[in-house]
């Protein structure tokens, strides 16, 4: 079958995350933490289900290197309304009644940019409209590429939210990450792309990625001085 073409969106989302990050420093300084709500995280959900590659991660490095202003209050937004509105997004829908979760080959064609994520404004599931907010009837490699953006996003930032995040997520779990394995299950290609977001990360100290497939299986992996030992030898 012939593929079909689609124009690149690459580095647009940079443009808006930017944007983002401008009102909610603007909104929150003026109102406080509690001043930028959910629409921020909204904002957020579009750059992450759209970014592709590794935009996101030369931007985040760019940024801490050139523009710490900016990477700091990125780092405050993850910290804050942003990583919250997406654990408990993910919450919800790990906890919902769903029994069909992942399929690799559709990850995989989002991932790899072959059927990009697309908005189609009007229709009865539109992402922001009130019925898309029934989360579990969005397609579920959505959430794999939320997931992965995410964690792409706050490795290259060094920002430490995911601690905050797998919490909320995993709230009520003794060991496992259970709704982590859930929407990212062991051995697949969401598990592959997070661990080398977490190889790039490390660096020189970097684990095999089968190693972090396994680590990833529990929610303590996640503790900022597990994540020290790990990622800094």
Known sequence: NELRAYPSTEGLELVVLEVVLGKFGSRSSREGEEGPKAEYGEMLETVLLVSTGDSLWRWSKD???NDPRLADEARRFLN???GRHIS???KSVAGSGRTTWYDDARFREL???RRPWAHFAGRAASRFSEHARALAKRPFEEFGQLLWMYFKLDFALDAGSLWNFMQT??????CLASRFNKLAPPGSSLRMRMGEELQKAAGENQLELGEYDH????????NPSYQSFVRRG
Do not use: I, P, Q, T
Not at 169 to 174: C, V
């Open 169 to 174: 997520l995993e709230e009520g779990s003794e």
């Open 80 to 82: 804050g309304v942003a």
């Open 215 to 222: 680590l990833l299986r529990y929610f303590g992996f996640f």
């Open 88 to 90: 408990n997004m993910m």
């Open 111 to 113: 991932a790899e940019g």
């Open 63 to 65: 940024k801490v290197e």
